[in-house]
């Protein structure tokens, strides 16, 4: 009976699918997704900037302090490089007219892709790996994730962006 459990165990684990990591590296390929953006009041996907635009991908949160001070700098980005690059800003939380009333007494002014509303949002989450506020990716025009970090790192940011623009 022994040998026959060890047998068992030994096909099942043997045969059984490797659960790879959600978490997205640099290198992978970046996961669609589909979500409304209030600024141009309409349903963007992450792919329809394939081959035309590299993205900065950011996660923030209403609570997040760190997440404030990165909202110029991803606003001076989209201005400056606007032809290459596209600014998608996914807010973990559902907190808009908070979100809003601390915007207008900071007077940010945030032009960027703001989406509240991402179909699958928490899977979305999971699949980029964010558990932390802000969480940003880089993802170049073929749709590969060239760079992440987390936290406010604005040297970072537009390094890397200048980098991935200039190409």
Not at 31 to 51: A, C, E
Not at 82 to 95: A, F, Q, T
Request: glycine fraction near 6%; proline fraction near 2%.
């Amino acid at each position: 009976m022994k040998n026959k459990i060890i047998l068992f165990l030994m096909f099942t684990f043997s045969f059984s699918p490797i659960v790879k990591s959600q978490n997205l590296e640099v290198g992978d390929k970046a996961v669609d997704f589909r979500g409304y953006d209030v600024k141009t009041k309409r349903y963007i996907r992450l792919s329809q900037f394939k081959k035309k635009k590299n993205v900065l991908l950011n996660f923030t949160a209403t609570y997040c302090g760190s997440c404030w001070k990165t909202y110029p700098h991803m606003q001076e980005l989209q201005k400056k490089y606007g032809s290459k690059l596209k600014v998608i800003s996914i807010h973990g939380d559902e907190k808009k007219a908070k979100w809003y009333e601390i915007a207008k007494r900071l007077k940010i002014d945030f032009k960027c892709a703001t989406m509240w509303k991402v179909e699958g949002k928490e899977k979305v989450k999971k699949a980029y790996g964010v558990d932390k506020y802000p969480s940003f990716f880089v993802i170049n025009k073929n749709g590969v994730i060239i760079d992440k970090w987390v936290g406010n790192q604005e040297k970072r940011m537009k390094t890397v962006v200048k980098k991935a623009v200039v190409r």
